[in-house]
């Protein structure tokens, strides 16, 4: 079975969408399967991996810090014809999630659509009215969505704002996949060796990983972990990640007087998150709207409670029932006064950290999951094969003396 995955983004960039991009490609070639990724070039990265495409790509969006692909290349075009995808499965529903709904379609092969992304969250990069803007956001996702065989979510509240949408497909629930065991077993000395090198020795670190972006909410973290170190002098926050709101969260934290407690490290390459996590007491985690994250399936994998504000995505990443975080109010005093609670309650930390592990190993586990993916991929692309056979079919027919 050969699979062409097409995503906006890919490495080097880091988030959770590349995350589990990787995940499918364990997956398939796990199982003897090929695969290609069709995405975007990036500035001052050079492809050494044969099996990733890459369009020609810029900046087109002032303040967006990704590239935006321009999807027109023959190469790429010809390549796929070479590789002869039997399922195209898009991670976007535009810009490259166009061109693979328009090569799925002239060439009758099974469209997988996986809906990652709260796109209402980006309007504000839109130069249109915010009512506008979210009206085509729709629209489009609505569009896009009717012309899919199959639509993948990672949690039940995606679905239910696809609905909102006015999608009336039917969705599939499938959770993120993660390898629970990289998470759990981390050397302590590189664990001390990091917290050596970044001046982290004797402090009860607080660890946010994430872009840094409007939607992450982190001018609020900021106001919370103010509170948070004006009661604890040995807390330190360290923000891990990049975007289009770096250079203004620094200046925040340098007029808030926490320069000297507030560290910001830049992206992290994915391998070395197990290290990171495991330096930490407890993940911050201040969105207010997001798709279930990769990161917070991560922490709760390396037993890192977590504090997050009571909103409908929190519910779908960290069950009340088998709690691995404290739920916040929105309101910085009451996300603080969380915080200095966990950080002063080992058994709490402990209980939360158990937990996690506990709900992530039976519910998002790599194994059972990649099992479910195949299933889908292996249906879609059994059907292709008989839509493919009934065609030749009919031009066979076509092309016999005396047949009608």
């Not at 995350?19 to 990036?42: M, N, P, Y």
């Not at 499965?89 to 061109?99: E, I, K, V």
């Not at 891990?240 to 560290?263: H, S």
């Not at 070395?272 to 997001?290: C, D, G, I, Q, Y």
Request: charged residues 25%; hydrophobic residues 45%.
């Amino acid at each position: 079975m050969r699979v062409a995955i097409f995503s906006n983004n890919y490495h080097p960039m880091v988030s959770g969408v590349i995350t589990h991009i990787d995940f499918i490609r364990s997956v398939l070639k796990g199982h003897g399967d090929e695969c290609r990724v069709i995405t975007a070039r990036f500035p001052r990265h050079k492809e050494t991996d044969p099996q990733v495409l890459r369009y020609p790509a810029a900046d087109f969006i002032p303040g967006a810090h990704f590239p935006i692909p321009w999807p027109y290349s023959r190469r790429i075009w010809r390549q796929l014809e070479e590789f002869k995808p039997d399922i195209i499965h898009a991670q976007h529903p535009f810009s490259l999630g166009r061109t693979a709904l328009r090569y799925a379609k002239r060439n009758n092969i099974p469209l997988v659509f996986t809906f990652h992304t709260e796109y209402d969250m980006y309007v504000h990069f839109v130069p249109l009215p915010r009512k506008w803007g979210i009206a085509i956001i729709h629209a489009l996702v609505r569009s896009f969505c009717r012309q899919t065989d199959v639509i993948l979510c990672p949690a039940a509240s995606k679905a239910d704002m696809l609905r909102s949408y006015g999608v009336n497909r039917p969705i599939t629930l499938l959770p993120n996949g993660l390898d629970t065991a990289v998470y759990q077993q981390v050397d302590a000395q590189a664990v001390a060796a990091f917290k050596q090198k970044e001046g982290l020795e004797g402090k009860r670190v607080l660890l946010h990983i994430g872009r840094i972006s409007k939607e992450k909410n982190l001018p609020f973290l900021l106001e919370a972990f103010a509170l948070v170190a004006a009661a604890r002098g040995d807390a330190v926050l360290v923000i891990a990640g990049d975007g289009p709101e770096l250079d203004e969260l620094r200046e925040q934290a340098r007029d808030m007087g926490l320069e000297g407690c507030v560290r910001f490290i830049g992206n992290v390459e994915h391998d070395r998150l197990p290290v990171l996590m495991n330096s930490a007491e407890a993940a911050l985690f201040p969105m207010k709207t997001e798709t279930l994250p990769m990161v917070c399936l991560e922490a709760m994998a390396a037993g890192l409670p977590a504090v997050v504000l009571d909103v409908p995505w929190t519910r779908d990443a960290y069950d009340p029932q088998q709690p691995a975080a404290v739920f916040a109010a929105d309101d910085a005093r009451d996300y603080a006064g969380k915080v200095l609670e966990l950080l002063e309650n080992t058994g709490l930390r402990a209980q939360l950290g158990v937990s996690g592990k506990a709900m992530v190993g039976a519910t998002y586990d790599v194994r059972p999951i990649g099992s479910r993916l195949l299933k889908v991929y292996q249906a879609l692309a059994g059907k292709g094969r008989q839509a493919e056979g009934k065609k030749a079919g009919r031009a066979r027919m076509r092309t016999q003396p005396g047949k009608r």
